[in-house]
């Protein structure tokens, strides 16, 4: 079974609202990735969180991590209608770079 | 510079045939992993390969097999397919084998009818 588990699995929101999408995980970590997804496509890579980190700011993200409750969530602040889009959490986990993927969050802003 | 680049974009093939997908990484970047994402699923990792060795192997039948050469270009074989192996192919560089962020190609769309 996928390691992540993101919630909601769809939001939708109206542009310059806030998205807040949150990520659960079972077994302990090395970091804590999170993509973006257009349409099939492949991955953007958005923001890394590291297992000592709290907190990430990278423009309008911000990433959160709580190792002790093993769950991370992605806030985007002032949304617009390019960041609709299937965004997915992934955990380093093993002693390779193997990512382990929820089934993700499809979040859609409306103009 | 150049991301991920994947070949080819779509690829139709008919159950039981064989197929080869490729991948060059970020220039720079020594590993290589490949991801299957099916249809409304997340990807699921299928090899990492770092300086030319294998150095993971996710949970996929021996019909699935890789490479990766001196130039750290990689290849994904795919022998006897299934109706089950149709889903978007992914590749991902990154610089280090562990621990480092992932740069995924926009891969390789695979259709078995």
Sequence with gaps: SQQGEEDPQALSI??????????????SINNLQWYRQNSGRGLVHLILIRSNEREKHSGRLRVTLDTSKKSSSLLITASRAADTASYFCATDWASGSRLTFGEGTQLTVNP | DAGVTQSPTHLIKTRGQQVTLRCSPISGHKSVSWYQQVLGQG??????YYEKEE???GNFPDRFSARQFPNYSSE???NALLLGDSALYLCASSWLRVGNEQYFGPGTRLTVT
Excluded: D, H
């Design chain 2, 55 to 57: 150095r993971g192997r």
């Design chain 2, 43 to 48: 990807p699921q990792f299928i090899f990492q």
């Design chain 1, 14 to 27: 109206q542009e310059g609202e806030n998205a807040t999408m949150n990520c659960s995980y079972k077994t």
């Design chain 2, 76 to 78: 994904l074989n795919v």
